[in-house]
């Protein structure tokens, strides 16, 4: 059973900032990707930022480069997301998510598919304002 619980949306104006955490639980003798998936009004989920809990490898997506960082805590069993300089086109769903991928296919091409993502978070909303 995986568990994913997400925390810290929230409404900001932009260019502000806010940090989202999500508390895992899955096998911690096994190396996820985990990330954050956001879902706005009208477009198609993407996999912002993404990160691989064997080693720490990270990606995200060229919008939000520079603004997002994700990291872990291993001890906490904890995934966050800063995101800085936030712009109204962040807004929307914010689904922490988790999938078992061999580590071949992390080394080929990083964990940067949704396809990569068998469990998700219930989701916490970000609303960015103008």
């Known amino acids: 059973r995986v568990d994913l619980v997400e925390s810290g949306g929230g409404s900001v104006q932009a260019g502000g900032s806010l940090k989202l955490s999500c508390h895992y639980s899955?096998?911690?003798?096994?190396?996820?990707?985990m990330g954050w998936v956001r879902q706005a009004p009208g477009k198609e989920r993407e996999a912002v930022a993404t990160?691989?809990?064997?080693?720490?490898?990270?990606w995200a997506i060229d919008s939000v480069k520079g603004r997002f960082t994700i990291s872990q805590d291993n001890a906490k069993n904890t995934v966050f997301l800063q995101m800085n300089s936030l712009r109204p086109d962040d807004t929307g769903m914010y689904y922490c998510?988790?999938?078992?991928?061999?580590?071949?296919?992390?080394?080929?091409?990083?964990?940067?598919?949704?396809?990569?993502?068998?469990?998700w978070g219930q989701g916490t909303q970000v609303t960015v304002s103008s």
């Open positions: 998510v988790s999938g078992n991928v061999v580590p071949w296919l992390v080394v080929a091409r990083g964990c940067t598919s949704l396809a990569d993502f068998q469990h």
């Open positions: 899955q096998d911690t003798d096994s190396h996820y990707c």
């Open positions: 990160i691989y809990t064997g080693g720490g490898s990270t």
